[in-house]
């Protein structure tokens, strides 16, 4: 015990001296010894993971500086390929959050290690799991696997990606000390047993290398759960094990797979966990997290939290699971994960247990804890003058004519809407069937609500009754192509089969209008009607700018802009009934809000805000 005292004392000053560098020279990091090593010395890894596009990039300092006050001495984040890559040839690493750069320079400075887990499979709950959505219009091509057309694509992406951050290893004079192979890779292979072990190793091998070809130099990982190190391991390079609570377990499983010693790594340590629509919103106890922190600190096991700082899926970023009851578990808005550090960045009840805890371990001094950023509300809360029927903003639109209803990646779209429109030349009425749908439809008959179509409930058949020359139109939203899991390669959206009303199919004339919603549309007068998909458009001032929260409690399903910021879902059936509008996107003065209300089952005039999110209230 007294050996690993001095050890991690001796660690500690090598950190002090390490923050007050700022990583102004060029360093090592290196694994040996049963150790990780900083310019030659022993140092623990405590880490919290953080990422960056969940986050708005003003904030990014004050939650690094809420990591140190923890205690944690790394950060840890997922690159998402298609967060960087939204379209073939197109890229950006420097607008808004997708600065990566400047969030790795920012951690530095603060005198933090930077692990990253570049992927180019990231999972996260992110959509997709960071591919691009568009790999999929290449019929060659399948994600994940030892396919040329995926492993060239995949080999641009990481050659890209280390051009920007590559000169910010710690061997060039920068924080990034570790560099993730793919991502629990054992559980894929696991998964997919229709894929001979030899294609996995190669796909796996494949990547790594690219990794090392595009210059990655700094030690590299892996992570799975312990019982996946087979499939997941790579020889000469360290496994790490997620959610292991074992101590045991743990140092087996590594000391197997990496010639008899450590270091001990929990890559994955949970402190809380994610969360879908309709189901209820995960909490874990301060008490047993603080417990498990306790486990490693005593035991020299290093460590990562999973989330230490959830943030938020804006836009259309959020990802989607299932299980044997639904086809699809779309994940909520708020990534706020019961993390120590909440979605608004404040420090929980978790999040001082662990501070005092840490501080009872680590001789170095642990600074106090940064102030929140303020809270504000909308006196009177947001009235919405202006609304817009999307059934008129499509008379503004071509549509693409198909004979068969075509998928949004044919239709050269991501994310968002799309309304399918038939016209009928004789009438028909009976059970109208999309088992193609993905994932959610609003159904109408010559404009008039006839109900809804929901993936997630496996609710694919409803009755329709169709007039002569009626029209059915169906608005069809993708809400997160699903992130982990064999299913990972089935990630089409809109509608990928048959439409059939009595088991007729129904060919001919479709009609798409596309509406990708991930801008904020300009403001339109007209009226709003009940059950028709409706923009709405409106305008507060403020005097003084700080973080809020918008109730949509009152609202039914769809999606929010502030100045141009797209928040993210609501969707009344919860568990999530509010939106994170951050005071960094806001201003002194005039606001714009627009709100695209799919249900529109009441007709809206404003929206409450308040300072307290509601996160654990379903309907």
Not at 346 to 351: F, I, L
Request: hydrophobic letters at 35%; one cysteine or more; glycine letters at 10%.
């Amino acid at each position: 015990m007294k050996n690993t005292i001095i050890k991690v004392l001796w660690a500690m000053s090598l950190l002090v001296s390490f923050y007050q560098l700022g990583y102004a020279q060029k360093s090592t990091f290196e694994i040996s010894d049963g150790s990780f090593h900083y310019n030659g010395e022993a140092v623990p890894i405590y880490s919290g993971e953080m990422h960056y596009a969940r986050i708005p990039k003003a904030y990014w300092g004050h939650r690094l500086k809420m990591m140190k006050a923890m205690g944690l001495n790394t950060v840890a984040t997922y690159v998402f390929w298609n967060y960087h890559n939204p379209s073939p040839g197109v890229w950006d690493f420097s607008s808004g959050n997708k600065d990566l750069r400047e969030f790795i320079k920012t951690a530095g400075e603060e005198g933090m290690f930077v692990i990253l887990r570049p992927g180019p499979y990231a999972c996260a709950e992110w959509e997709f799991g960071g591919y691009p959505w568009w790999l999929q219009n290449e019929p060659s091509l399948e994600v994940r696997a030892n396919n040329q057309p995926f492993l060239d694509s995949a080999d641009v992406y990481i050659q890209r990606l280390a051009n920007e951050v590559k000169d910010l290893q710690v061997t060039q004079g920068g924080p990034i000390v570790m560099v993730q192979v793919e991502n629990e890779f054992g559980s894929y292979v696991s998964q997919r047993t229709d894929i001979s072990n030899e294609a996995h190793r190669a796909y796996y091998d494949a990547i790594h290398q690219s990794l090392m070809d595009a210059g990655f130099e700094v030690p590299f990982f892996t992570s799975d759960g312990t019982w996946l190190f087979e499939g997941g391991a790579i020889p000469g390079v360290l496994p790490t094990a997620n959610g292991e609570g074992n101590i045991t377990n743990l140092k087996k499983a590594i000391d197997q797979y990496h010639d008899g010693e450590g270091p001990y790594m929990v890559a994955e340590f949970y402190p809380g966990w994610l969360d879908h629509w309709g189901e209820e919103f995960v909490r874990i106890g301060k008490d047993q997290i603080v417990a498990q922190t306790q486990k490693y600190l005593e035991n020299d096991v290093n460590f990562n939290f999973y989330m230490v700082h959830g943030g938020t899926n804006f836009g259309f970023t959020s990802g989607a699971n299932y299980d044997d009851r639904h086809d699809i578990q779309p994940d909520i808005t708020s990534y706020d994960y019961d993390a120590p550090i909440s979605e608004a960045g404040w420090a929980t009840e978790k999040y001082r247990g662990i501070r005092e805890l840490m501080k009872q371990y680590v001789p170095y001094e642990v600074p106090e804890i940064p102030a929140q950023i303020p809270l504000i509300t909308v006196d009177g809360g947001i009235e919405l003058a202006h609304s817009l029927s999307l059934f008129d903003l499509k008379e503004h639109r071509e549509p693409v004519i198909s004979d068969e209803p075509m998928t949004f990646e044919a239709l050269g779209q991501g994310h968002g809407y799309v309304l399918y429109s038939k016209r009928f030349n004789q009438p028909i009425n009976g059970k109208l069937k999309i088992p193609g749908l993905r994932d959610y439809a609003t159904v109408y008959v010559n404009g008039e609500f006839v109900g809804t179509l929901n993936r997630n409930s496996n609710i694919y058949e409803l009755d329709v009754n169709i007039p002569f020359n009626g029209r059915l139109e169906l608005l069809v939203e993708n809400m997160g192509r699903i992130n982990y899991g064999a299913k990972i390669t089935e990630n089409e959206k809109g509608i990928v089969s048959a439409v059939t009303i009595n088991d007729y199919e129904i060919t001919g004339n479709w009609e798409h209008f596309k509406f990708p919603l991930d801008k904020m549309s300009a403001e339109s007068s007209g009226s709003a009607t009940k059950g028709e998909p409706t923009l709405y458009f409106g305008k507060f001032t403020l005097n003084e700018v700080g973080d809020t929260f918008l109730d949509m409690k009152a609202w039914g399903k769809g999606i929010v802009f502030v100045n141009g910021h797209h928040l993210g879902r609501y969707w009344s059936i919860g568990p999530q009934q509010t939106l994170y509008l951050p005071g960094a996107w806001l201003k002194a003065g005039e606001n714009e809000i627009c709100v695209f209300e799919q249900l529109n089952q009441s007709v809206p005039s404003s929206i409450l805000t308040t300072k307290v999110p509601v996160l654990e209230e379903l309907k």
